[in-house]
């Protein structure tokens, strides 16, 4: 298993960007497909992005394909999200996560890793 540590979340205005980070411990990170998930308050956990163990791939839930990218560096064990044009409807707790798998899924449970979670709240 992977141990990770989210970062970068805030207060921001709608239209707003903001960058998340996810620092992972381990010498087998480059071997993981990342994702990043979100929790709005009063909502279930959701999917938001996900990237490939070589980020050769990357995939987005509708909501914010074009507005977010999910990047990684195996060499500094880190994956990001960059958000902008941020909408109020982005507010939640995101979550990083780690699968054992090398491409990842859209399912929560396909990941065996998780992050404490940053907060981002979007004011309208």
């Known amino acids: 298993q992977v141990q990770l540590v989210e970062s970068g979340g805030g207060l921001v205005q709608a239209g707003g960007s903001l960058r998340l980070s996810c620092a992972a411990s381990?010498?087998?990170?480059?071997?993981?497909?990342m994702g990043w998930f979100r929790q709005a308050p009063g909502k279930e956990r959701e999917f938001v992005a996900r990237?490939?163990?070589?980020?050769?791939?990357?995939y987005y839930t509708d909501s914010v394909r074009g507005r977010f990218t999910i990047s990684r560096d195996n060499a500094k064990n880190m994956v990001y999200l960059q958000m902008n044009s941020l909408k109020p409807e982005d507010t939640a707790v995101y979550y990083c996560?780690?699968?054992?798998?090398?491409?990842?899924?859209?399912?929560?449970?396909?990941?065996?890793?998780w992050g404490q979670g940053t907060t981002v709240t979007v004011s309208a």
């Open positions: 996560a780690a699968s054992e798998g090398r491409y990842g899924s859209t399912s929560g449970s396909s990941y065996n890793s």
């Open positions: 990237i490939t163990w070589n980020g050769g791939f990357t």
């Open positions: 381990g010498r087998t990170f480059s071997a993981y497909a």
